[in-house]
């Protein structure tokens, strides 16, 4: 049961170039999106978030936008780090109006973003 | 910034043991929540917990877990009667509200190896 999908194990982008990683959900109850990286031995790190009254939300190098249509939504990273080398992971949450105040997020399986130089 | 921290980084217990595992989460949140992350596998939601009582579980959360905040710091999981299959990352996580549009961060996990 994948209610969250991240298609790509693995991406390879140049240093300096855009990285864009995708997830794709099946939910139609989820309201809140949430990309977390996350490097070996540690947990999860927050990124940026998006609640789905909104197309778009920007923070520094981190863009995420959201397609509701088409239950789609992706990460820019730009212009790509070495640093951000590591596993991103997609989230959702249901939101308050299913009734979900304190439910768990659904992750996807991640993808391993490998920034080259 | 303040961060989530959980004790200890690795357990070994036999199979059958009962283990602890310790969380302390930031301190102004007030939702905290429990995941796993079996081997090559999806993270996965256990409980959620609000007010000294659990919230939210999934069907992963049987009668085998339970959840505890047994002082103003500490939140714990327990897992009676291990079994190999229990093997896995266990992830703390608090938000400062029922995540609506709130994120919930991780502490950096305890490793649980069941032998």
């Known amino acids: 049961d994948q209610q969250v999908k991240q298609n790509s194990p693995s991406l390879s982008v140049q240093e300096g170039r855009i990285s864009i990683l995708n997830c794709d959900y099946t939910n139609s109850m989820f309201d809140y999106f949430l990309w977390y990286k996350k490097y070996p031995a540690e947990g999860p790190t927050f990124l940026i978030s998006i609640s789905s009254i909104k197309d778009k939300n920007e923070d520094g190098r981190f863009t995420v936008f959201l397609n509701k249509s088409a239950k789609h939504l992706s990460l820019h990273i730009v212009p790509s780090q070495p640093g951000d080398s590591a596993v991103y992971f997609c989230a959702a949450h249901p939101g308050p109006y299913s009734g979900g105040g304190a439910d768990g997020l659904t992750f996807g399986k991640g993808t391993h973003l490998i920034i080259q130089p | 910034e303040p961060e989530v921290t959980q004790t200890p980084s690795h357990q070994v217990t036999q199979m059958g043991q009962e283990v602890i595992l310790r969380c302390v989460p930031i301190?102004?949140?007030?939702?905290f929540y429990w995941y796993r992350q079996i081997l090559g596998q999806k993270v996965e939601f256990l409980v959620s917990?609000?007010?000294?009582?659990?919230?939210?579980k999934s069907e992963i959360f049987d009668d085998q877990f339970s959840v505890e905040r047994p002082d103003g710091s500490n939140f714990t999981l327990k897992i009676r009667s291990t079994k190999l299959e229990d093997s896995a990352m266990y992830f703390c996580a608090s938000s400062e509200w029922a995540t609506s549009n709130q994120p919930q961060h991780f502490g950096d996990g305890t490793r649980l190896s069941i032998l």
């Open positions: 917990f609000y007010n000294n009582e659990i919230s939210e």
């Open positions: 301190s102004n949140h007030l939702y």
